[in-house]
T-cell receptor, first 114, second 109 residues
């Protein structure tokens, strides 16, 4: 399967702990996006990368959140000092800038903060 | 501020019915509009629309964009129970998709 993959699929953590999620995009895609989705809402943009450069961050992304894409391939999203309000589905998507704007989503990581 | 409004929020139909889902938007630096289907997992891509008035079709699904009036519709004909899902509209600006809250479609046999 050459789709977007995310790991882990589920994460349960206690408030105050740090968590890290990984996303592997479709191999030829140079753009990688992170979104967050809560129940009953559409996904909300968090940040995106073109190759290894982080080009935009949403104001939703507090200083507890950091994302990297060190070699322009996979990306990690870290949340420090988790809060119950961080509980959500974290979605990763990728696209090929030269191919248009179609973004293809991974299966998501569901985070539960107790 | 960018805004996407989908209607109706929820729709319950019987198999074989035809449905029309609406999406209106106000987005700066608009580039295209995408439709996604979301069941109990990540969104799956349906259509990308960039030009006004050109219908895109895929089987029983079709969609069209009006860039002057800033809306799009998604039609599903002869609905099936497998069409039950949340349908998300997402205009794309220069950098990102901006999602609506979606229309929840339930198709009963």
């Amino acid at each position: 399967d050459t789709g977007v993959s995310q790991d882990p699929r589920h994460k349960i953590t206690k408030r105050g702990q740090n968590v890290t999620f990984r996303c592997d995009p479709i191999s030829e895609h140079n753009r990688l996006y992170w979104y967050r989705q809560t129940l009953g809402q559409g996904p909300e943009f968090l940040t995106y990368f073109q190759n290894e450069a982080q080009l935009e961050k949403s104001r939703l992304l507090s200083d507890r959140f950091s994302a990297e894409r060190p070699k322009g391939s996979f990306s990690t999203l870290e949340i420090q000092r988790t809060e119950q309000g961080d509980s959500a589905m974290y979605l990763c998507a990728s696209s090929s800038w030269t191919g248009g704007n179609e973004q293809f989503f991974g299966p998501g990581t569901r985070l539960t903060v107790l | 501020e960018d805004k996407v409004v989908q209607s109706p929020l929820s729709l319950v139909v019987h198999e074989g019915d035809t449905v029309t889902l609406n999406c209106s938007y106000e987005v700066t630096n608009f580039r295209s509009l995408l439709w996604y289907k979301q069941e109990k997992k990540a969104p799956t891509f349906l259509f990308m629309l960039t030009s006004s008035g050109i219908e895109k079709k895929s089987g029983r699904l079709s969609s069209i964009l009006d860039k002057k009036e800033l809306f799009s519709i998604l039609n599903i004909t002869a609905t099936q129970t497998g069409d039950s899902a949340v349908y998300l509209c997402a205009p794309h600006n220069t950098d990102k998709l901006i999602f609506g809250t979606g229309t929840r479609l339930q198709v009963f046999p």
